[in-house]
């Protein structure tokens, strides 16, 4: 499918090579008119956050058997029927897609890296921790995402909160500012919120934003929002399948 719209990859390699080089230019300019550290970063750091935020950002998009896409055509119903779960099928679709998504990613920080964007992480250990952070985040990131499609079994459409949920999401994960840029006021409101889990935190541990003393905390409110959203989508779920009119019966 890949290979027969390579056109779709063309055009998303080079909408996210302008959004960093943007970043860039903005991040050059900013500090290059002020003092050398801006929201506790330097330059090098707020080129990184931003570089590896649109990259992150990009593995949460839900493109194929959505099931806002599937309850419209009424697809839906053969998620009920199958022999799997529906709930099970949607999560094996989704980590297939994070997967690719996350591969893709890769290439990308990778080519940031060479080119001087993306710093590296300052010991091995740093690395570690980032790498668990950011599988928590895409947990984290996955069932937020599954929130908002079950709800359209209680809407006419979700349109609206899907569209509404990706501003939120990449308002308050940090996709589009660095978090530490906000007024503490939206930084203390924000650490009660689960969206930073996804970006801002697996991304400040890698840059050195987040202190070697602070990711034990930081994994723990990370998996601490999975166990929370696993369990409210499983019931929600559950709630669905029983909501659900089925041929009739």
Partial sequence: MELADRGRLYATAFGITVQIFLYWVLWTTLYG??????????????????????????????????????????AIVYWFTRPMAPGRYFFLRSAGEALYGSALALVGAVACGFLGLVTAPSSPAVLVVTLISLVLGQVVQYYLTLLVEVSCFWFTTNRGLRSLNTFVQDLCSGAIVP?????????????????QA????????????????ETTT????????????????????????????????
């Fill in 218 to 249: 930081i994994l723990l409110v990370q998996a601490g929002w999975g166990v929370l959203l696993a369990l409210l989508s499983r019931v929600l779920w559950h709630a669905a399948s029983r909501r659900l009119v089925i041929s009739g019966g």
């Fill in 179 to 195: 978090i530490w840029f906000f007024p503490p006021w939206f930084i203390g409101v924000n650490q009660l919120l689960p969206f």
């Fill in 33 to 74: 008119t002020g003092s050398g550290i801006q929201g506790g970063m330097t330059l090098e750091q707020a080129v990184s956050y931003s570089a590896l935020g649109v990259l992150i950002s990009r593995t949460r998009v839900l493109t194929r058997d959505s099931v806002y896409r599937a309850v419209t055509d009424g």
């Fill in 198 to 213: 996804t970006l801002n935190l697996p991304v400040s541990v890698h840059i050195g934003r987040i202190t070697p003393a």
